[in-house]
T-cell receptor, first 114, second 121 residues
Framework: DSGVTQTPKHLITATGQRVTLRCSPRSGDLSVYWYQQSLDQGLQFLIQYYNGEERAKGNILERFSAQQFPDLHSELNLSSLELGDSALYFC?????????????FGSGTQLSVL | AQKITQTQPGMFVQEKEAVTLDCTYDTSDPSYGLFWYKQPSSGEMIFLIYQGSYDQQNATEGRYSLNFQKARKSANLVISASQLGDSAMYFCAMRGVITNAGGTSYGKLTFGQGTILTVHP
């Protein structure tokens, strides 16, 4: 158990809908990362937060948004969902977000858009 | 831009033998970190080993070692004495360094496409 909690584990929804994925980092970790894993794109970095502030941005679509709350949990919001958004979404955390820190990953949320 | 290349889509190894999973990288960052993660069929991502670009010695973690050749920009993972439970997808990843005005260094983790390792009894 990595200590990173993601909910829900599975999500099935329809095109055009909006969903929220939730992540609780390991106790003491200030930095949260979101990744998307799909068969054709592999593991893609979406966004990183550190202590409530956006730190780095990757290939995140405009239809997607995220935030990190004062209690350090994070939410990834996906709107106007398309079939291609079906993927495994990972949250990861590290202590400060320093370059040499290993990331601890949650077990992921499997999103299926029908 | 950072790039990680894993050229072996799949690898097979006999139980108790050693196996090397290849990883090459490309970056213009003077300082970076290299990671290996394991993803079993259950889906979670498990950290295996880390190597810093300025580390003089190759990293080792139990049965895992990282063969770091900086001039060749390679960071191969060596698994000794393979076990059936080692069957999984293995990802090489790299993290560049961005230092902000406050002195905090950070960077996104860029992953390779992965190598599926199958351990035969």
């Amino acid at each position: 158990d990595s200590g990173v909690t993601q909910t829900p584990k599975h999500l099935i929804t329809a095109t055009g809908q909006r969903v929220t994925l939730r992540c609780s980092p390991r106790s003491g970790d200030l930095s949260v990362y979101w990744y998307q894993q799909s068969l054709d794109q592999g593991l893609q970095f979406l966004i990183q937060y550190y202590n409530g502030e956006e730190r780095a941005k990757g290939n995140i679509l405009e239809r997607f948004s995220a935030q990190q709350f004062p209690d350090l949990h994070s939410e990834l919001n996906l709107s106007s969902l398309e079939l291609g958004d079906s993927a495994l979404y990972f949250c990861a955390s590290s202590v400060r977000g320093a370059a040499n820190e290993k990331l601890f990953f949650g077990s992921g949320t499997q999103l299926s858009v029908l | 831009a950072q790039k990680i290349t894993q050229t072996q889509p799949g690898m097979f190894v006999q139980e108790k033998e050693a196996v090397t999973l290849d990883c090459t990288y490309d970056t213009s960052d003077p300082s970076y970190g290299l990671f290996w993660y394991k993803q079993p069929s259950s889906g979670e991502m498990i950290f295996l080993i880390y190597q810093g670009s300025y580390d003089q010695q190759n990293a080792t973690e139990g049965r895992y070692s990282l063969n770091f050749q900086k001039a060749r920009k390679s960071a191969n993972l060596v698994i000794s004495a393979s076990q059936l439970g080692d069957s999984a997808m293995y990802f090489c990843a790299m993290r560049g360094v961005i230092t902000n005005a406050g002195g905090t260094s950070y960077g996104k983790l860029t992953f390779g496409q992965g190598t599926i390792l199958t351990v035969h009894p």
